[in-house]
């Protein structure tokens, strides 16, 4: 390969692994990028704390289980790009002490959780991916509710009735 084809190779790996870079991310306009439609603003201004403030007053057996820090995630998503910007976990009176035996402190199997995130898109494809990963794995089954930017995952250990309470408050949230 010539000197000139080898140098035109190089520049354009350079400008495509630019393009992947994480160390800086460039502002975008007011209209969102050039050629590409602003993100959709989210509706839900809330974080998770006062949205389950409003839900365990729709359901009282909803019970604030902890607040989920950058520090304690176990899934290492609060704040990072896409992810979600605020998640408690809850406990649901209604689950018996029995079917939790062997979860690990904050699991959805207790109750649940409330994920809030920078945008819809954002909670809709954390809604999308986690419905694909637990599909056919019963054990990893959930109701899972969005609302604008907000996701509210449900024990499954709750029957569909008991669950659809959730969904009830969701849709009364502003």
């Keep these: 390969m010539n000197r000139a084809a080898l ?3 190089a520049a354009v790996t350079a400008i495509l ?19 590409q439609p602003a993100p959709a603003p ?6 998770a704390s006062s949205t389950f403030a409003a839900i365990s007053t729709a359901v009282p057996t909803a019970k604030l289980g902890g607040t989920v ?4 995630d176990p899934n290492h998503l609060l704040g990072r790009p896409g992810q ?10 209604r ?53 604008d930017s907000t996701l509210i995952r449900v024990s499954h250990l709750l029957t569909p009735e008991q669950a659809a309470d959730y969904e009830k408050a969701a849709a009364k949230l502003p």
């Design 69 to 72: 820090t950058a520090e304690n």
């Design 95 to 147: 689950i018996k002490a029995a079917d939790t035996e062997g979860l690990e402190a904050g699991d959805i199997g207790y109750g649940g959780s409330i994920e809030v995130f920078a945008s819809t898109a954002d909670a809709k494809a954390r809604h999308d991916y986690i419905q694909t990963v637990t599909k056919g794995v019963p054990a990893l089954a959930e109701y899972d509710y969005l609302h």
């Design 7 to 9: 140098a035109a190779a």
């Design 42 to 47: 989210s509706k839900a201004a809330a974080d």
């Design 17 to 35: 692994l630019a393009g992947c870079s994480s160390t800086s991310t460039p502002k975008a306009a007011p209209g969102g990028q050039a050629g």
């Design 84 to 93: 979600y910007t605020s998640k408690i976990t809850f406990t649901d009176g």
